[in-house]
């Protein structure tokens, strides 16, 4: 069964990798960071705030980042909330380490932020994952939830689009916890270092309740 796991997730990393750092330029993406594509609906019908500690933030509001932030390789958090091992996470696929190390959140708001300081080269339409490479050479992707890309947009609201250079703590999107939660879903926020095989150190800080932008990886070459 575990072989069986193993070639699985190593087909979907290859197709994920390719999706989210190699990019045909044909793909579509959205023109702008939080206008709604043609299968989403308008942005005010996508996010309906339930919970007081929800909101949407401003697409250029960067999260105070403590020292440990600025490093050019360390990941800070991409969301509030309980830092779990990738082991932990409900997907074969990400849980295997097939695609990289790194950590997941269990979110306490449904506002997520870059995890490094680079380009995005992927902001996929339907609002859940974002491929970004720093200056440094760290390829990271940030998936939000588990099999979210069924719900093919809704509730989510974009802040970036593909080609948008980004900081450390900026917003990447706005996602409804309660609509992810309706949908049967898991909304755990996961942060991988595709490329994880080019460092001799990555150290995920598991097991801690943390703020977004406090030091969530500890990477080194």
Do not use: C
């Amino acid at each position: 069964m575990m072989q069986i796991i193993g070639v699985a997730a190593a087909i979907v990393l290859s197709f994920v990798v390719t999706l989210l750092f190699g990019v045909p330029k044909q793909t579509a993406h959205r023109a702008e960071s939080v206008t709604a594509g043609p299968d989403l609906e308008p942005e005010a019908s996508i996010i309906e705030t339930r919970e007081a500690n929800t909101k949407v933030v401003p697409a250029n509001a960067i999260v105070t980042l403590p020292a440990e932030g600025s490093h050019t390789t360390d990941l800070v958090a991409s969301a509030d909330g309980e830092s779990i091992a990738l082991a932990d996470v409900d997907d074969p696929v990400f849980s295997s380490g097939a695609m990289g190390q790194g950590i997941g959140i269990k979110p306490t708001s449904g506002n997520v932020y870059a995890p490094i300081s680079g380009k995005v080269l992927t902001a996929l339409d339907s609002g859940h994952a974002y491929g970004i490479r720093s200056e440094t050479g760290v390829e990271v992707l940030v998936h939000v939830g588990v099999n979210t890309v069924q719900m093919k947009g809704e509730g989510f609201t974009m802040h970036v689009k593909k080609g948008d250079t980004v900081e450390a703590g900026q917003p990447l999107v706005t996602f409804d916890r309660q609509a992810v939660a309706e949908a049967g879903y898991q909304d755990t926020v996961i942060t991988i270092i595709t490329n994880s095989g080019n460092f001799s150190t990555i150290e995920p800080q598991v097991g801690k309740q943390l703020t977004a932008g406090e030091l969530a990886v500890v990477v080194e070459r």
